[in-house]
T-cell receptor, first 114, second 108 residues
Framework: GAGVSQSPRYKVTKRGQDVALRCDPI?????LYWYRQALGQGPEFLTY????????KSGLPNDRFSAERPEGSISTLTIQRTEQRDSAMYRC????????????FGPGTRLTVT | KNEVEQSPQNLTAQEEEFITINCSYS?????LHWLQQHPGGGIVSLFM???GKKKHGRLIATINIQEKHSSLHITASHPRDSAVYIC??????????FGKGTKLSVKP
């Protein structure tokens, strides 16, 4: 079946603009995770959902970042008033349900803020 | 101090060499994950383990819960094994904390 998909794959935006990054998890996966990866670094946790409920948003850097998963499937990560330091690869992963199952990663969205 | 430490950061090997990448962690975990990140950027899960040892083809992963240490071994390495290998620990709610990765280059 289809894996995790993300769109857009690449996004270039000007400083101050809002961006919305989309994640489409594997069908039937309960848990959805957002991570951010700076160049040359390992990914870092941003937030995660079980179904439509946001369980933990402790990794979101500040209140310009928000995420939703209104119907428990597709999720959107929104960054308002983007800054150059927001430039990174944003990755989404999904798993059947929580910690007991492996995570499947999407291809990521490369965000560049100019 | 990072919760997940990997070593080495960079590793160059000759084809057919036996390779070991180490991972130490400092907090409680639900499971430990080994991931492979290809040069094109995609991340693939190799292993998820919470005890003992797992083997898949030429890859072997071991974990010692008491010592909070895991190793990833590659036998008979091949240039196509060249990638970044990332150790990540799973917390109770499932989110992962990642190490910085080990960049492996296998020369023919």
């Amino acid at each position: 079946g289809a894996g995790v998909s993300q769109s857009p794959r690449y996004k270039v935006t000007k400083r101050g603009q809002d961006v919305a990054l989309r994640c489409d998890p594997i069908s039937g996966h309960v848990s959805l995770y957002w991570y951010r990866q700076a160049l040359g670094q390992g990914p870092e946790f941003l937030t995660y959902f079980n179904y439509e409920a946001q369980q933990d948003k402790s990794g979101l850097p500040n209140d310009r970042f928000s995420a939703e998963r209104p119907e428990g499937s597709i999720s959107t990560l929104t960054i308002q008033r983007t800054e150059q330091r927001d430039s990174a690869m944003y990755r989404c992963a999904s798993s059947l349900s929580g910690a007991r199952y492996e995570q499947y990663f999407g291809p990521g969205t490369r965000l560049t803020v100019t | 101090k990072n919760e997940v430490e990997q070593s080495p950061q960079n590793l160059t090997a000759q084809e057919e060499e036996f390779i070991t990448i180490n991972c130490s962690y400092s907090v409680g975990i639900s499971a430990l994950h080994w991931l492979q990140q290809h040069p094109g950027g995609g991340i693939v899960s190799l292993f998820m383990l919470s005890s003992g040892k797992k083997k898949h083809g030429r890859l072997i992963a071991t974990i010692n819960i008491q010592e909070k240490h895991s190793s990833l071994h590659i036998t008979a390495s091949h240039p196509r094994d060249s990638a970044v290998y990332i150790c990540a620990i799973g917390r109770s709610q499932g989110n992962l904390i990642f190490g910085k990765g080990t960049k492996l280059s296998v020369k023919p």
